[in-house]
C-alpha cells in the first residue's frame, strides 16, 4: 500500500480510540506524532489542550498532512454535569484546531458521533437525515460539525467528518461513565449488578475495525459526512445475557429499566458511505468482541478464562432488519 499522506497527527492519542488508532497507522506505514492533554513526555508526543492552542504549535510546525482529531469532553452524563468545559472544548477548542489545520494546509478528520442524530431518525442517515440532538453532548458534535462545513465551503478546508456509532475496545477504560459494553462486562466480572434499557438496541463497532476506517477517511479526496458503525444492530438485552452467560454470572444481576431522557432507545446508522466511499467493512464480530472483552475483565480480576468451548455461549444473533424494529423481539 502506498500511502499520499506520510505524516499524521492525533489529537486525542491517549484516548480509547485514540491509542488504537495511533497504533493502526504506525503499524500500517505513517509518520505518526501524538497529542493530548495527559501528561507526558517522548518522542513525537506532545501535550496540548485544545484549548490552548499555542501549545499545539510544535505539533503543527512538524507539517503534517492529515489531522484525526478526537480530542473531545466525551459522553452524556459527563457533559451535562460539566457543561460549560463541554461547550469550550468541543466547539471553542475544535475551532481552534480547524484554524491551525488551515493556516499549515493540513486535511482534518473530525470525529464527531451518532449522538448528534437524537432519537427522532429510524435510520440514521449520513446523507438525508437532519440532525436533531437530544442531549448537550450530541449538540456541542453537531455545531463542531458545523464549524467544519463552514471552513470547507468557505475557506477551503479539507475535511472529512466522521459519526462513529458504539465503539468499544478490550483495553478501554472502565467506570459507570463508560458505554454499556464494558459495564456490563467490567460489573458482572464483579457481581455487580447492570442495567438494560427496555426496548434498546445497538451495533457494536470493534476499535481495531474502526481504526481502519478512521485511517481510510484520512485518504478520502473529497468532503464528506460518513457513518461509521457495525451492520448488525443487536438487542441491548442480548448483548448483556451474551457478557452473564460467558462470565459465568448470575442471572440476577441483570436488571431491565425504562429508558432515561436524553437518550435513544435505537441506533440503526445507515453504512452504505462508509462501504462505497471509505471501502470499509468490519471484520470483528459481535461474539469475538464480546469475548476479547469479558477475557480482559476476567485476567484483571484473577479470574480464569474460560475454556474454548465456552465461546459457544456467544451464540449467534439475528440482527433487526434494517426497515422496522421487532419490539417484541426487542423485550419493548
Given at each position: 500500500?502506498?500511502?499520499?499522506?506520510?505524516?499524521?497527527?492525533?489529537?486525542?492519542?491517549?484516548?480509547?480510540?485514540?491509542?488504537?488508532?495511533?497504533?493502526?497507522?504506525?503499524?500500517?506505514?505513517y509518520?505518526?506524532?501524538?497529542?493530548?492533554?495527559?501528561?507526558?513526555?517522548?518522542?513525537?508526543?506532545?501535550?496540548?489542550?485544545?484549548?490552548?492552542?499555542?501549545?499545539?504549535?510544535?505539533?503543527?510546525?512538524?507539517?503534517?498532512?492529515v489531522?484525526?482529531?478526537?480530542?473531545?469532553?466525551?459522553?452524556?452524563?459527563?457533559s451535562?454535569?460539566?457543561?460549560?468545559?463541554?461547550?469550550?472544548?468541543?466547539?471553542?477548542?475544535?475551532?481552534?484546531?480547524l484554524?491551525?489545520?488551515?493556516?499549515?494546509?493540513?486535511?482534518?478528520?473530525?470525529?464527531?458521533?451518532?449522538?448528534?442524530?437524537?432519537?427522532?431518525?429510524?435510520?440514521?442517515?449520513?446523507?438525508?437525515?437532519?440532525?436533531?440532538?437530544?442531549?448537550?453532548?450530541?449538540l456541542?458534535?453537531?455545531?463542531?460539525?458545523?464549524?467544519?462545513?463552514?471552513?470547507?465551503?468557505?475557506?477551503?478546508?479539507?475535511?472529512?467528518?466522521?459519526?462513529?456509532?458504539?465503539?468499544?475496545?478490550?483495553?478501554?477504560?472502565?467506570?459507570?461513565?463508560?458505554?454499556?459494553?464494558?459495564?456490563?462486562?467490567?460489573?458482572?466480572?464483579?457481581?455487580?449488578?447492570?442495567?438494560?434499557?427496555?426496548?434498546?438496541?445497538?451495533?457494536?463497532?470493534?476499535?481495531d475495525?474502526?481504526?481502519?476506517?478512521?485511517?481510510?477517511?484520512?485518504r478520502?479526496?473529497?468532503?464528506?459526512?460518513?457513518?461509521?458503525?457495525?451492520?448488525?444492530?443487536?438487542?441491548?438485552?442480548?448483548?448483556?445475557?451474551?457478557?452473564?452467560?460467558?462470565?459465568?454470572?448470575?442471572?440476577?444481576l441483570?436488571?431491565?429499566s425504562?429508558?432515561?431522557h436524553?437518550?435513544?432507545?435505537?441506533?440503526?446508522?445507515?453504512?452504505?458511505?462508509?462501504?462505497?466511499?471509505?471501502?470499509?467493512?468490519?471484520?470483528?464480530?459481535?461474539?469475538?468482541?464480546?469475548?476479547?472483552v469479558?477475557?480482559?475483565?476476567?485476567?484483571?480480576a484473577?479470574?480464569a478464562?474460560?475454556?474454548?468451548?465456552?465461546?459457544d455461549?456467544?451464540?449467534?444473533?439475528?440482527?433487526?432488519?434494517?426497515?422496522?424494529?421487532?419490539?417484541?423481539?426487542?423485550?419493548?
Amino acid at each position: 500500500m502506498r500511502l499520499d499522506a506520510k505524516r499524521v497527527l492525533v489529537i486525542g492519542s491517549e484516548g480509547n480510540i485514540g491509542r488504537v488508532l495511533t497504533r493502526h497507522l504506525k503499524a500500517v506505514g505513517y509518520e505518526v506524532a501524538e497529542s493530548d492533554i495527559k501528561p507526558g513526555w517522548r518522542d513525537g508526543y506532545f501535550m496540548a489542550d485544545i484549548n490552548h492552542p499555542l501549545d499545539l504549535l510544535p505539533a503543527f510546525e512538524w507539517k503534517p498532512d492529515v489531522v484525526f482529531l478526537l480530542a473531545a469532553l466525551v459522553g452524556r452524563m459527563t457533559s451535562e454535569q460539566a457543561a460549560s468545559l463541554a461547550i469550550a472544548t468541543n466547539i471553542a477548542g475544535i475551532n481552534n484546531v480547524l484554524q491551525l489545520c488551515k493556516r499549515h494546509q493540513a486535511k482534518c478528520v473530525f470525529f464527531s458521533s451518532s449522538e448528534v442524530y437524537g432519537p427522532q431518525s429510524d435510520l440514521m442517515n449520513d446523507a438525508v437525515t437532519l440532525p436533531r440532538p437530544n442531549n448537550r453532548y450530541g449538540l456541542s458534535k453537531l455545531l463542531g460539525e458545523q464549524l467544519v462545513e463552514y471552513e470547507v465551503y468557505s475557506c477551503g478546508l479539507k475535511a472529512v467528518i466522521l459519526r462513529p456509532c458504539m465503539l468499544y475496545h478490550e483495553d478501554e477504560d472502565t467506570g459507570d461513565h463508560r458505554s454499556a459494553m464494558i459495564r456490563f462486562a467490567a460489573n458482572l466480572v464483579a457481581g455487580e449488578p447492570i442495567e438494560v434499557h427496555a426496548g434498546s438496541a445497538r451495533g457494536w463497532l470493534h476499535a481495531d475495525d474502526a481504526a481502519r476506517g478512521i485511517e481510510a477517511a484520512g485518504r478520502l479526496e473529497h468532503y464528506a459526512t460518513i457513518n461509521l458503525g457495525h451492520p448488525d444492530v443487536v438487542p441491548m438485552i442480548q448483548v448483556a445475557e451474551m457478557v452473564r452467560a460467558y462470565v459465568g454470572a448470575d442471572p440476577s444481576l441483570i436488571k431491565v429499566s425504562s429508558l432515561p431522557h436524553g437518550m435513544t432507545l435505537i441506533k440503526r446508522p445507515t453504512l452504505d458511505r462508509q462501504h462505497a466511499l471509505l471501502g470499509f467493512e468490519p471484520r470483528v464480530s459481535l461474539a469475538e468482541g464480546v469475548r476479547r472483552v469479558c477475557d480482559r475483565q476476567l485476567r484483571d480480576a484473577g479470574r480464569a478464562i474460560p475454556t474454548p468451548h465456552a465461546a459457544d455461549l456467544l451464540r449467534p444473533i439475528a440482527s433487526i432488519g434494517k426497515s422496522r424494529v421487532d419490539t417484541e423481539a426487542l423485550g419493548a
